[in-house]
């Protein structure tokens, strides 16, 4: 099966904004050869190949600096792990946040991770004043 340019351009514009996040504006693709595009294809490939590497050890740090606020939170005196996590809450500027997905981005946790806030979340609305009528 050959590969038209048609899916190597639209193969390289994907793997572009996987690996740097924006889609490729700097390219001439018009004046490159199909050669060319296969070898632009296959540098994307490794870009892309990096680019999870490093999302991993990101989110592998994240999730280790998590723990041990966790941790730090708890030997300091939280009752519980929900109550620890509102206290790392309350300490990121994250006490108004009703979002677990937004906490994730924030705190730099996959979203995998959102569960991990429910119990704390419950924990931050009961403390949260009624809004006054009107």
Same mark, same amino acid.
């Given at each position: 099966?050959?590969?038209?340019?048609?899916?190597?351009?639209?193969?390289?514009?994907?793997?572009?904004?996987?690996?740097?996040?924006?889609?490729?504006?700097?390219?001439?693709?018009?004046?490159?050869?199909?050669?060319?595009?296969?070898?632009?294809?296959?540098r994307m490939e490794?870009?892309?190949?990096?680019? =999870?590497?490093?999302?991993?050890?990101?989110?592998?740090?994240? =999730?280790?600096?998590?723990?041990?606020? =966790?941790?730090?939170?708890?030997?300091?005196?939280?009752?519980?792990?929900?109550?620890? =996590?509102?206290?790392?809450?309350?300490?990121?500027?994250?006490?108004?946040?009703?979002?677990?997905?937004?906490?994730?981005?924030?705190?730099?946790?996959?979203?995998?991770?959102?569960?991990?806030?429910?119990?704390?979340?419950?924990?931050?609305?009961?403390?949260?004043?009624?809004?006054?009528?009107?």
């Amino acid at each position: 099966m050959t590969t038209s340019r048609e899916d190597l351009i639209s193969y390289i514009s994907d793997a572009h904004k996987d690996a740097y996040g924006t889609r490729p504006r700097h390219f001439d693709f018009a004046s490159m050869s199909l050669a060319e595009l296969e070898a632009l294809a296959d540098r994307m490939e490794d870009a892309v190949v990096v680019a =999870i590497e490093e999302e991993r050890a990101r989110e592998a740090a994240a =999730i280790a600096d998590f723990e041990a606020e =966790i941790a730090k939170y708890l030997s300091l005196g939280a009752s519980d792990r929900d109550h620890a =996590i509102v206290w790392l809450l309350d300490a990121n500027g994250l006490s108004d946040e009703t979002w677990d997905d937004a906490i994730c981005w924030a705190l730099g946790l996959p979203y995998t991770m959102n569960h991990e806030f429910a119990g704390a979340l419950d924990i931050m609305a009961a403390r949260r004043p009624e809004p006054e009528e009107v």
